[in-house]
């Protein structure tokens, strides 16, 4: 069973003790960081960058805290993401929405290097075979997951795992191209896109989002290039009309997702890495899109624990207890309490990760739950 400590959004009191930066410094306290990282201990502060659009991150604010914390006992921290566009780029976004080495004090560095191919084959299992993990989370030998929850088009729900997997695996490898990387998880088989012309409204969505602009449209035709395309399917996201589809099997993603995890948490030792999860602007959407829509559940609070699978299970079950917002996706849904918000939103078996991740010796879906 494993343990996992929470920290309520609701400030009740005017005071820093009460405030969401507050709460996270004691969190960090309460778990007793000096159990899992050494003085001198190199320790990558995994996020998600976000996009040029999509604001609602893990706040600059908070990493900084986790970056203090890890300081103060006189650990290496360093804050990092892999390739999601051109890497260049993406440090630019990481800038642009505010994680810099200023503003969170330590180095920001993509962990898979700026083409996103600097990686290393690690096991996975029977869906995955191989998957190329990025070469700075291989060998880097703590680590501190910061996972902004929101829900998923085509993971339903996003959080640690989601993270870990999807965020500590690259694009691309240098020899097995896609194959090897996130698109073996996004896809099955070939994972040819398909284009459907009478459904095309010719928007150029897809064009404008593909990170690789690998698309083009010659003579009204969908063309793309299937060597170089990653797989990523956020070209298929944003499609409004259901033009372009990308193979998928909704059970073999989530267990891919879990095997994805898997194969990064083996290259750290037991007790080298914990989680925490910030359900705060709880968007609809994965923080790669173009977009942060409203938050469709109030903010709950930040889990902190060293059981991805706990902390997963504990951060659905307060979800599942929620409220859909006014005015946001769940609203217009129609989606009303007591229903599975995430699952009314995206129509996918998201809680089928966290089953896998348990199955596979991640850790545990039993909880107990601290409140501070
Ligand atoms: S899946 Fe679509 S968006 Fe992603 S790389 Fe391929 S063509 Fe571009
Ligand atoms: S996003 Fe969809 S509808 Fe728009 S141009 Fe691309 S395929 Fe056509």
Redesign the pocket.
């Known amino acids: 069973m494993g343990k996992v400590y929470f920290s309520s959004a609701r400030a009740r009191k005017w005071k820093y003790d009460d405030s969401m930066p507050g709460k996270l410094d004691r969190l960090l306290k309460e778990i007793n960081l000096s159990k899992y990282f050494e003085p001198k201990e190199w320790v990558a502060v995994k996020t998600h960058f976000g996009s040029e659009g999509a604001h609602r991150i893990v706040r600059p604010v908070f990493l900084r805290k986790v970056v203090n914390a890890l300081k103060s006992l006189g650990a290496k921290p360093f804050v990092t993401d892999t390739v999601r566009i051109k890497g260049l780029d993406y440090l630019e976004v990481a800038n642009h929405n505010g994680i810099n080495h200023l503003s969170v004090g330590a180095p920001v560095v993509l962990a898979d290097g700026l083409y996103g191919n600097d990686n290393i084959m690690v096991k996975a299992g029977d869906i995955l075979g191989e998957i190329a993990v990025a070469s700075l989370i291989y060998d880097v030998p703590a680590m501190v997951v910061c996972s902004h929850v929101k829900g998923h088009i085509q993971a339903g729900y996003g959080g640690a795992i989601k993270n870990v997997a999807m965020g500590g695996v690259s694009s691309s490898h240098r020899e097995c191209g896609w194959k090897c990387g996130r698109g073996a998880m996004h896809t099955v088989g070939e994972g040819k896109l398909i ?2 012309k009478n ?9 404008e ?1 593909c990170p690789l602009e690998s ?1 083009e ?1 010659k003579d009204e035709a ?1 063309n793309y290039n299937v060597e170089d395309c990653w797989r990523c399917g956020r ?2 996201r ?7 589809l990308l193979p998928s099997d909704n059970e073999r993603f989530m267990r891919a997702l879990a095997e994805g995890a898997m194969a990064v948490l083996s290259t750290f030792k037991k007790r080298k890495v914990i989680y925490i999860n910030f359900l705060t602007e709880i968007q609809p959407e994965c923080d790669c899109m173009p977009v942060a829509d409203v938050p469709v559940i109030q903010d709950k609070g930040i889990f902190i624990s060293d059981d991805i699978v706990s902390i997963e299970q504990a951060s659905v079950d307060m979800l599942l207890k929620s409220y859909p917002l006014p005015e946001s996706a769940s609203d217009e849904k129609e989606i009303v309490k007591g229903e599975d918000i995430f699952y009314k939103l995206n129509q996918k078996p998201y809680w089928i990760q966290i089953e896998e991740a348990e199955r596979l010796g991640l850790g545990s879906r039993k909880y107990e739950l601290v409140e501070i």
Do not use: H
């Not at 459904?199 to 064009?207: F, R």
């Not at 944003?238 to 372009?244: F, K, N, Q, R």
């Open positions: 284009w459907d459904k095309c409204e010719y928007c150029y969505q897809c064009m989002i698309i449209f969908f070209c298929t944003v499609c409004p009309s259901g033009a372009l």
